[in-house]
C-alpha cells in the first residue's frame, strides 16, 4: 500500500530533506543563483521544508508525522507506547538518505566547481561553528528539548481546550523550527534530528562527489544522542504535566 505510517514518515522526510538540504545547497555551493544568500534563508527553507514535509507525511498516511526519531521517542514515552519506534526511525533515515541523494543529484554541476569541503559537507549534514563536544552536545539536548516542549504544547489542551484548528499544527510547527533555527541554530547547524544529519552523511561517505573530503564520523555521535537526550528530557516534562 502506497498509504500507511511507516510510508508516511518515509516520505514526509524525504520532502523535509529534499527541500532542507536543498536550501542550503542553494545558499552555499558556487554559481547557483542563491549563493551567499545567508542564514536567514536557510532557516526559513527549513521552516518551509518541516512545513511541506509534515503535509506530504499526512498524504502518504502518517496522521502524527514525526519524521523525527527523537520527536518520535518522545511521544513513545510521552504515551508508554513503543510500538511504532523502530520502523518509524528505519523510514526516517532512509526518507532522510534519500532526499540527500537527490539533492546531490539537483546540483549535480555544483559540486566540481565548489572548492570548499565544509560548504559540501554542511549540504548534507551538520557541523558546529566552534569546535567543542561538550558545547556542540548541550546545544544539541537544549534545542531539541525545546522544539519538543513547543511541539507538546502547539498539540495540548492544557493550551487550547479544543486543540489547535484542524490544518493549523503544521504551520506553528514550521513557525517554531524557524525559531529555534534563529536563535539557537548558529552553534551547531540545529540537526534536533537524528535521521536529518544521519541519513544525509551516510550519502555524503557513500555518493561520488567531487572533491568531497571526509565525512567527519568523529562528530557524528552529537546530532543523534544530543536530539534524543533532549526530546526524552521533553517528553518527561510533558507526561508529568499531562500534556
Known sequence: MLRNPVMGEFMGTFIMMVLGNGVVAACVLKRTKAEGSGWLAI????????LCGIFAGNLFGSPDAFLNPAIAIAFAIKLGDFSHVVPFVAAEVAGAFLGAVSVWLFYLP???VTESQDDKRGSFCTGPAIR???SNFFCEIFATFVL???????????VLSAGPAPGVSPFLVGCLVWSVGLSLGATTGYAINPARDFGPRLAHALLP?????????????????GPIIGASLAAFVLRALGA
Do not use: C, E, M
Open 43 to 50: 532557516t526559513t527553507g527549513w521552516a518551509f521544508a518541516v
Open 148 to 158: 519538543v516542549l513547543v511541539v507538546g504544547a502547539i498539540g495540548s489542551k492544557l
Open 132 to 134: 567543542s563536544f561538550g
Open 110 to 112: 555544483h559540486w566540481a
Open 209 to 225: 562527489i567531487a572533491g568531497k573530503g571526509y565525512s567527519d564520523w568523529s562528530y557524528a555521535w552529537i546530532p543523534v544522542a
